[in-house]
């Protein structure tokens, strides 16, 4: 398969040289910011002076839409402190907050604080209406969360990834409407993983309903599993940290309950190749995307930087390893990491899919985007080039939504690493392309094209981790949820 777009980014060298040469970049701009220690601090080791976290919306609403914020959406570029603040946390909250949202309802989980909270948009979204604890704590407890449709109410999804030696799991509370919430050991059901670092529940995707029953079916990983799991049902045995990926299928979700293992509720299949870390990214929609960014090519050495690897699964296979159960598509390049992102694009008479690959020259990063006819051949690839020798990893996220409402799905690119030296660490950056602007897309467009940017004016908020795209407030309009790092509101 031709990919229709590359997007490249911006460069480095090697995992360790370009921390490295980052630090002697900057190492006199920081003892001269930091004047003794004195004052704001500034240098790269400063990150506990923003302990916090930030949820903020950009949204390009209907005129006149109360959240709509104009400042944001300017030509070319939209700052983050322009933008609506839906939430301001505190130091007690965490910093790593994850998001999802329903019409009016905003979901937001706080694993350094193993809590959950809902916001009520129609009435005071400074104070929770609802809350889910884990009282027992330390298991990063809202490290995800994601909300599936319930009649009137809606189900929410839970992932502790460090539960029982990281074991992890994901819980489930059916039937969520109002105020209350439950702790964790009032789940209505609770999958778990397997073995010690398999880190259950570090992800969870909504999928659209995959076997016509109505209902959505819901995407968990293990990126780190493999090797002979306990009470593995399976004749064939993963290798190791081969990853594998949980589809929960919603019949058989209704009639569970208590604690169960994955396999017991939906399908299972995993990576086929030693340390392919399969479920490393996943998108669900008409189709699943999985990425497996560490596979190596057969006979490579553990020292050759890994090429990484998606899988399409369309239709819905049996369980079983995915090399055997679909045809993976290789990174077309040696050391890219192929698969460290993906996601799903319906751009009206085409369907289309992103694979991110941050590893790329080195670290410089960039994002594929196949596009596919109805016979789901490849469309010929124009490419759009970002030309900066930093290794800001352009691509390790990717996210795509109708942020303008014209029915074509638009291309958001993050890359959380990005840094703006002296003392700009890790700001960094969210990209979009609108796609009823596909047709401009030509060879080596750069990536500074971009219809709109992101950006931050302060360190370490890796804008574009964890961004949640989906209409909050029920206008018709997609919106960037984007929760951030920021300074504590008491100043610590």
Partial sequence: MI????????????????????????????????????????????EASW???????FEQGPQGSS????????????????????????????????????AHRIVIGQPDNDRVDQLDLTDDPSEPSA??????????????VAVSVRGQAFDLWVGAPERELSRGA????????????????????????????DRLGQQIVVCDDLTGDGASEILISSPWFGHDPELWPFDSVPPDLAGAVFLLESERVAEATGQVFPW????TWWG???????GSALACGREILIGAPWYREPGSSGSDDPRGRIYRLTPLPDSGPLEDVVEPLNGPDGSDWFGSSVALLDQRDTKAFAVGCPGYRRGAGRVLLYALDEEGAPITP??????????????????????????????????PDYTELPNGYDIGRLWIWLGDNRDTWREGLPASTADHEIVGQQPFLRIGRGVHVGDHDGDGYDSLLVPTRAPSPAGG
Avoid: M
């Avoid at 040289?17 to 001269?32: H, Y």
């Avoid at 302990?51 to 919306?57: E, G, M």
């Avoid at 086929?272 to 399969?278: K, Y």
């Fill in 170 to 197: 994901v819980y489930l509370f059916r039937g969520v409407q109002g105020g209350g919430g439950r702790s964790a050991a009032q789940a209505d059901l609770i999958v778990e993983g397997v073995t010690p670092a």
């Fill in 67 to 102: 959240s709509a914020t104009p400042e944001a959406w300017a030509p070319k570029l939209g700052v983050l402190a322009d933008a609506l603040a839906l939430q301001e946390g505190t130091a007690e909250q965490g910093s790593s907050w994850s998001v999802a949202f329903l």
């Fill in 382 to 415: 124009v490419t759009f080039v970002q030309s900066t020798d930093r290794s800001d990893h352009f691509g390790r996220t990717l996210y795509a939504g109708d942020l303008d409402a014209d029915g074509f799905d638009d291309l958001i690119v993050g890359n």
């Fill in 272 to 278: 086929g190749s030693t340390g392919e870390g399969a």
């Fill in 51 to 57: 302990p916090a976290a930030r949820l903020s919306v």
């Fill in 3 to 46: 990919p229709l777009v590359s997007v490249q980014g911006r460069a480095p060298a090697t995992i360790l040289a370009p921390i490295l040469a980052r630090i002697r970049a900057t190492i006199g701009a920081t003892i001269l910011a930091c004047g003794g220690c004195s004052g704001v601090c500034r240098g790269p080791g400063c």
């Fill in 131 to 144: 809350t889910w604890l884990d009282e027992e704590g330390k298991d990063r407890f809202g490290a995800s």
């Fill in 264 to 267: 017991e509720i939906g399908r």
